[in-house]
């Protein structure tokens, strides 16, 4: 709330009951007269006045619109922090020139099946694995995830290849269990808003990808961010854009590319793109994950199980082994075009 327009036919009076309460809010103000209209700039550090509070300004007698400078998300954005985010995972480094590809099946389903998925993707250039032990089904009856066993499967497919692993978590209380075995913790897009479960993960050092909600402005993404940054432990976020829910009924979701640019004026925080659940079809994930790296992305997310047919869950959205491989070498060369490496 740094600029508060006034409309032209605003009286002395209003104007005057706007200086009162921004004083004793212990704000200063400086009226700027215009021909037409009158300007307030409100002078003291308004970083931590909130929506409601603001808007209380704007519904004031005389009030046309108020102008925030400062974003409602500070720490996320690049008002307070220009440079971008680099985080370090191991020896791989999120934000830098050097794009990173997390990869791996929906759901850790079993160990053998999971090991090979882990290395073959190794094998064709990923950089982190990924599976999930606890899943966010929309049906009950559906496969639930392994839990803990699952998150043992990880560990030790990760000693095994050496890559580190990314997976979800869905509920504060599992939050020591998946310290424990996750070197990057996933908030699902169901979970953007779980405000309790951001700021429990928000509470520690552990990175985090946090993926864009069903229905999320990009807005709300970054405020879902400030809330695990908030807690003033954690900065190593890595936003996840996923697709959103719009008419189109041909694609599971409508990947919204444009949210990369925008995220990257908007925010110092790395960005990837997850063209799997983004589009929900195993041959729409190619050509959205170059779409999605010539747009700028830091990395992708994608799904890649041995057996899609027989997978326990996403497996129409899975690539083989095979066709990730293929994809890789494409994207070095997509890569390569917007000044990045592989
Ligand atoms: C997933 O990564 O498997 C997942 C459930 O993703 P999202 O939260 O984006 O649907
Ligand atoms: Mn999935």
């Not at 070197?183 to 953007?192: E, F, L, S, T, W």
């Not at 719009?246 to 990837?272: Q, S, W, Y």
Request: some cysteine; charged content about 25%; aromatic content about 4%.
């Amino acid at each position: 709330m740094d600029i508060i327009v006034m409309r032209p036919g605003a009286t002395s009076k209003d104007l005057r009951n706007i200086v009162k309460k921004l004083e004793h809010k212990g704000f200063k103000a400086t009226i700027s007269k215009g021909t037409e209209r009158t300007v307030i700039g409100v002078i003291g550090d308004t970083s931590k006045v909130t929506e409601e509070e603001s808007s209380s300004f704007e519904t004031m007698q005389g009030v046309e619109k108020i102008h925030r400078i400062i974003k409602p998300y500070k720490l996320a954005s690049k008002d307070f922090k220009p440079e971008q985010t680099k985080i370090k995972i191991g020896k791989n480094i999120i934000g830098g020139k050097k794009l990173h590809i997390i990869a791996g099946p929906c759901a850790v389903e079993n160990m053998s099946t999971f090991l090979k998925i882990a290395q073959e993707v190794k094998h064709a250039g990923a950089t982190f694995i990924r599976g999930g032990a606890y899943k966010p089904r929309t049906s009950p009856y559906s496969f639930q995830g392994l839990g803990e066993k699952g998150l043992e499967f990880l560990a030790e497919a990760s000693k095994i290849t050496g890559l580190p692993v990314v997976t979800e978590i869905m509920d504060p209380r599992d939050i020591d269990v998946i310290l424990k075995y996750a070197d990057v913790i996933q908030i699902g897009a169901r979970n953007m808003q779980n405000f309790r479960l951001l700021q429990e993960v928000g509470s520690y050092s552990k990175p985090i990808v946090l993926k864009r909600g069903l229905s999320a402005t990009l807005k709300e993404l970054l405020m879902a961010a400030e809330y695990i940054m908030a807690q003033g432990r954690n900065n190593k976020v890595i936003l996840c854009e996923r697709g959103i829910r719009t008419f189109e009924t041909e694609t599971r979701n409508t990947l919204d590319i444009n949210a990369v640019p925008v995220l990257k004026k908007l925010t110092h925080l790395p960005v990837i793109v997850d063209p799997s659940h983004g589009t929900g079809k195993w041959n729409l994930v190619a050509p959205m994950a170059k779409a999605a790296i010539a747009a700028g992305a830091d990395g992708l997310m994608i799904e890649v199980h041995t057996n899609p047919q027989e997978a326990l869950s996403d497996g129409e959205q899975s690539l083989k082994p095979k066709k990730f491989k293929i994809l890789m070498r494409e994207l070095k060369a997509v890569a390569k075009a917007v000044g990045r490496e592989m």
